[in-house]
């Protein structure tokens, strides 16, 4: 996340906390919360106050989340819907910090840490993933994007990369620092752009649409059904663009199906307005998760 919540524009933080499903803002600790340093080494913790143990890493991504490294000691705070207000543990069984963690992060009912750092088409220790889970992590992405469509946002970031995704396969649409609300186009000279991932249009002149979000979401669907490829891999990133213009795409991933490449060629579509929605998006990967057994 480029910006903390608190300096969000108040649009922005409904549209965060609505994607991310948040009953309501995370709790945000002050000076006056914290707790005093124990007169004795020996002090106890109070009895019933659980005190868990990370088993993976955690990077905050803003000034107000908590970083964790495997085996540090902590509790929960609050629960506050997807937002919990965890406390890091001295030797003590102190507080010593305190900041909110994404319930995406915890699994597995209430606070064993998933590997989510791990690439999303990864399960359980390594392996991957089935076809259909692959289809519908995509079509997840797809609806949240519908929302976001819906309410005149544009991402203009969206990559397998800013994907929240816990044990269970469930996807979130993230990082929108990039995030703009706008009347149909959005005009920007910014030059520090991920190119691979960005529409021709938006590379050329600037011009960011709901449709450049849809070409990104293209590029999103083949680092999914690939496994995790990196996009024209063989290719450096001015390489890429000066292709891409002179109509080059890239070749289906291996045992893509068919209907499913076409997805991906319908939004490297030229013409931007004929491009599908993401509501057209969202229903096809659905359909063809009932339609199909698999193709892994």
């Known amino acids: 996340m480029a910006t903390t919540l608190s300096r969000l524009c108040p649009c922005l933080k ?8 948040c009953g309501r803002s995370p709790y945000k600790p002050d000076s006056s919360d ?4 124990p007169d004795s080494p020996n002090r106890n913790r109070e009895v019933g106050d659980p005190v868990y143990t990370a088993e993976w890493d955690f990077q905050a991504r803003a000034s107000n989340e908590i970083s964790f490294t495997q085996g540090d000691q902590f509790k929960i705070i609050e629960r506050s819907g997807n937002w919990w207000t965890a406390g890091k543990l001295d030797e003590y069984g102190q507080v010593t910090e305190r900041g909110y ?12 840490y998933c590997c989510s750092y791990v690439p999303f088409w990864l399960g359980d220790e390594g392996i991957r993933l089935s076809s259909n889970c692959l289809v519908s992590m995509a079509s997840q992405v797809a609806e949240g994007m519908c929302y976001l469509e819906s309410r005149n946002y544009i991402h203009r970031d969206l990559a397998a990369r800013n994907i929240l995704v816990n044990e269970y396969g469930t996807c979130k649409v993230a990082d929108f620092g990039l995030a703009r609300l706008i009347d ?12 691979k991932w960005t ?3 938006a590379i050329t002149h600037g011009r960011y649409s709901v449709k450049s979000d849809v070409w990104s979401f293209g590029i999103l669907l083949f680092e999914i059904i690939s496994y995790g490829q990196i996009p024209y891999s063989e290719m450096s990133t001015n390489l890429a663009v000066e292709r891409v213009k002179t109509g080059y795409r ?13 997805l991906m060629l319908a939004c490297w579509n030229d013409r931007p307005k004929e491009r599908p929605s993401f509501k057209e998006l969202s229903e096809q990967l ?9 193709f892994a």
Do not use: H, T
Request: hydrophobic share 30%; net charge negative.
């Open 14 to 21: 409904c549209l965060w906390e609505k994607v991310c499903c």
């Open 199 to 201: 529409a021709p249009e």
């Open 184 to 195: 149909e186009v959005y005009i920007s000279n910014a030059v520090k752009i991920p190119y």
């Open 286 to 294: 659905v359909n063809f998760n009932q339609n199909e057994e698999g």
């Open 34 to 37: 914290s707790e005093s340093v």
């Open 101 to 112: 963690v994404p319930y995406n992060y915890l699994v597995r009912g209430e606070i064993d």
């Open 250 to 262: 890239m070749p289906p991933p291996e045992n893509c199906p068919d209907i499913i490449y076409k």
